[in-house]
C-alpha cells in the first residue's frame, strides 16, 4: 500500500462482505422456500426475503466498486484521496441506508418495483453517498495523474450514479414505468458496471501480470467501446413484450447478441495479460479470481445471455427459470468473483500482509463457482422444461412448478455449496491463520505466515 | 492488437461511438414513450382507480413473487394476463369480484404448496388493483404471453 488514504478500501470491502453474508443467506433461505413452502410462509413472506437477496447483493457489489475506486485510484493518480473523512461518511450513509431499508422490509414497508424498492429515504441516501463519493474521487483524479483506468472507472461510476435518476422516476403508465426502470437495470448491468469491472480487472491485470501499461490500456478502451456499442441499444431486448414498438424486437436482438463481444474480449484480454506477463506475483488466489470471473462471466453473461436473447426464443422463453440461470451465473461471474478478486488482491496490503490463505480461497473460489455452475444447469433444465409444459403445450403455472420440484431440490444443494464457499471467503480475508494449508513449493514463493 | 490501432484512437472511437449510441437510442426512446401512450395502452382509460391499483400493487411487492409482462420473481403465477385467464377482462365487478374471493382466501395453509400472504386491503383499494390489473391486460404486448397459461 503505497498511500495511506487506500486504507479507506478495507472499510469498504469489511462492510461489502457483510452484505455478502446476508444476500447468500437470504438466498439460500429462498431456496428452501422453493422446497418446502410452507417454511417462514406466514411470519417471513417470500417476497421479503427475496427482496433482501437482491438489494443487498446490488449494495454490496456497489460496496465494491467504491472500496476499489478509493484503493486504485491513488496508485493510478499518484496522490492521496481528496478526503478520508467524506469516504467514511459516504460508506456510513450506505450502511445506515441498507440496514435501514432491510429493517423497513421486515417490518413491511417498501417499494414495489423490482430491485429498487428501497424506501424514498434510502433512495435519497443512496444519492448522496454517490454525490459524495463522485466528488471525493473526481477531486482526486483530476488533482492526480490521468490515466485509461482512471477515465473509463470514473466515466462509468458517474453514469450509474446519473442513471440512478431513474428510480424515482414510476409513471402511472405501468409500459412506461417499465421502459423508464430498465434505465437503471439495463444500463447498470449491461452497459455503465461493464466499464467499471472492465477498469477494475484492466488495474488487476496490469498489477499482476507486469504487462505493460500501454498494452493494458488499449484493450481497455476496445472493450468498454464493444460494451456500450452493443449494450445501450441492446437494452432493447428488454422491451420486446412490455407494451413498446415492435421495432425492438430486431433492434434487440442484433444488438444484445453483440453484448457476447466484450464479455469474450475480457475473458482473452485476461488471459493473453497472463500469457504475455513477466511477473510471477505472489498473490495466486487474486489471479485465479481475476481469470475465473471474466471466464464466467462470459459463460454467464454472454454465453447464457444469448440462450434466450433472440426474440423468437424469447417469446417462449421470457419470465421462466431460463431468466433466473442467466442472472445467477451473470451477477456471479461479472461482479460477485470479481469483486471477490479485488478483495483478495487488495485485502492483504490493506492489512500490511504477505499474501495469506491463498489455499482455502482457491478452495472457496472453485466451491462457489461449482456451486454457481451447477446452480445454473439446474435452473436451465427446469427453464428448459417450464418453457416446453407452459408456453407451447399451454399446461397452468402450478402444475408445472409441482413437475420441477427435482430442480429445485438440487438448485437448493447447489446454494449450500455457494454458501459454504462464500463462508470460506470471508473467514479468509478476516481471519489470518499461522500459515498455508498446503505448504507451497519453490517456484512459487508465497508467504505463508 | 494491429498497429494502426492506436491507444488514442481506440479512446477517440470509443467516445464518439458510444457517444452516437446514445443519440439514436434516445430518440427511439422519445418516439416510445409516444407509442406507449398513444397506441399500446390506449385501449383502456388510465384512471385513478388504475393508478390506486397500480400503487397497491407496489406496496405490497406483488413482483416479487410474481411476474407481470414477465417481468419479476418466478415463484408465482404471470398476472399481466391473469383477469383474460379468469374470463373477466371484460367484466369489471366479476374482476373485482374474483380477486377478492381470490385474496381473501390466502394463505391456503395446504402442505407442500406455495403460499400467498393475506393482504389487508379495502375495498376502494382492491377494486383499484382489480382495474389495474385489467389495464395491465388489455395491454399489446405483441402477443405475448403465447398462452393464457402464462
Given at each position: 500500500m503505497k498511500y495511506q488514504s487506500q486504507k479507506v478500501a478495507m472499510a469498504y470491502f469489511v462492510c461489502a462482505m457483510a452484505l455478502f453474508g446476508i444476500q447468500v443467506l437470504g438466498g439460500l433461505l429462498a431456496g428452501w422456500i422453493y422446497v418446502s413452502p410452507n417454511f417462514l410462509s406466514e411470519l417471513l413472506p417470500f417476497n421479503i426475503i427475496r427482496m433482501i437477496h437482491t438489494n443487498a447483493l446490488i449494495v454490496w457489489l456497489l460496496l465494491g466498486f467504491f472500496g476499489a475506486a478509493y484503493f486504485l485510484v491513488p496508485e493510478e493518480s499518484e496522490r492521496e484521496i481528496y478526503s478520508v473523512k467524506l469516504a467514511y461518511i459516504q460508506l456510513a450513509i450506505l450502511m445506515i441506508g441498507t440496514l435501514g431499508a432491510v429493517g423497513s422490509y421486515l417490518v413491511g414497508i417498501h417499494g414495489g418495483r423490482e430491485f429498487l424498492e428501497q424506501p424514498l429515504w434510502v433512495k435519497f441516501g443512496i444519492l448522496v453517498a454517490a454525490l459524495i463519493f463522485l466528488f471525493n474521487i473526481s477531486m482526486t483524479v483530476l488533482a492526480g495523474k490521468k490515466t485509461a483506468i482512471t477515465n473509463v472507472l470514473l466515466m462509468g461510476l458517474w453514469l450509474l450514479s446519473l442513471l440512478w435518476i431513474f428510480a424515482f422516476i414510476n409513471p402511472d403508465n405501468l409500459s412506461l414505468d417499465k421502459m423508464y426502470w430498465w434505465f437503471?437495470?439495463?444500463?447498470?448491468?449491461?452497459?455503465?458496471?461493464?466499464?467499471?469491472?472492465a477498469a477494475i480487472l484492466a488495474f488487476l491485470l496490469l498489477k499482476l501480470t507486469g504487462v505493460d501499461r500501454e498494452v493494458v490500456e488499449k484493450w481497455l478502451y476496445v472493450i468498454v467501446a464493444t460494451a456500450l456499442f452493443s449494450g445501450i441499444l441492446g437494452t432493447g431486448h428488454h422491451f420486446y413484450w412490455i407494451g413498446l414498438p415492435g421495432y425492438w424486437q430486431w433492434v434487440g436482438s442484433i444488438?444484445?447478441?453483440f453484448e457476447v463481444i466484450p464479455f469474450f474480449l475480457m475473458m482473452s484480454f485476461a488471459f493473453v495479460m497472463v500469457w504475455k506477463g513477466r511477473k510471477n506475483h505472489p498473490n495466486k488466489a487474486a489471479l485465479l479470481w481475476s481469470l475465473g470471473s471474466s471466464t464466467v462471466a462470459f459463460f454467464g453473461a454472454g454465453v447464457w445471455g444469448f440462450l434466450h436473447t433472440l426474440h423468437g426464443v424469447n417469446f417462449y422463453s421470457h419470465g421462466t427459470q431460463i431468466t433466473a440461470a442467466h442472472g445467477h451465473l451473470s451477477f456471479y461471474g461479472a461482479y460477485v468473483a470479481l469483486n471477490l478478486a479485488m478483495f483478495t488482491y487488495a485485502m492483504p496490503m490493506l492489512r500490511n500482509r504477505e499474501p495469506y490463505n491463498q489455499v482455502l480461497n482457491m478452495v472457496s473460489f472453485w466451491l462457489m463457482t461449482g456451486g454457481m455452475a451447477f446452480m445454473t444447469f439446474v435452473l436451465t433444465f427446469a427453464g428448459t422444461i417450464q418453457t416446453h409444459m407452459q408456453?407451447?403445450?399451454g399446461d397452468y403455472y402450478m402444475d408445472v412448478q409441482d413437475a420441477l420440484s427435482i430442480f429445485y431440490l438440487m438448485r437448493f444443494g447447489a446454494g449450500v455449496a455457494v454458501v459454504a464457499g462464500a463462508i470460506l471467503?470471508?473467514?479468509?480475508?478476516?481471519?489470518?491463520?499461522?500459515?498455508e494449508v498446503i505448504t507451497p513449493g519453490s517456484a512459487n514463493p508465497v508467504a505463508g505466515e | 492488437m494491429a498497429e494502426f490501432l492506436t491507444k488514442s484512437r481506440a479512446r477517440n472511437i470509443f467516445y464518439g461511438g458510444s457517444l452516437f449510441f446514445v443519440v439514436v437510442f434516445i430518440a427511439l426512446t422519445v418516439q416510445s414513450h409516444k407509442y406507449v401512450v398513444e397506441v399500446s395502452t390506449a385501449g383502456m382509460p388510465l384512471t385513478e382507480e388504475v393508478a390506486l391499483g397500480k400503487h397497491v400493487w407496489e406496496r405490497h411487492s406483488c413482483i416479487n413473487c410474481h411476474t407481470l409482462h414477465g417481468e419479476g420473481a418466478y415463484f408465482a403465477p404471470e398476472l399481466g394476463n391473469v383477469m383474460t385467464r379468469w374470463d373477466v377482462q371484460n367484466d369489471p365487478e366479476a374482476a373485482y369480484e374474483t380477486l377478492e374471493g381470490w385474496m381473501s382466501s390466502q394463505p391456503s395453509g395446504i402442505e407442500g404448496r406455495r403460499q400467498m400472504p393475506l393482504f389487508e386491503i379495502t375495498e376502494e383499494e382492491m377494486r383499484g388493483l382489480a382495474e389495474f390489473l385489467r389495464w395491465a391486460d388489455q395491454t399489446d404486448t405483441q402477443g405475448w404471453p403465447p398462452n393464457d397459461a402464462g
Open positions: 437503471v437495470v439495463h444500463l447498470w448491468v449491461e452497459a455503465t458496471w461493464e466499464l467499471v469491472m444488438f444484445s447478441t408456453r407451447v403445450v471467503f470471508i473467514y479468509s480475508m478476516l481471519v489470518v491463520r499461522k500459515r | -
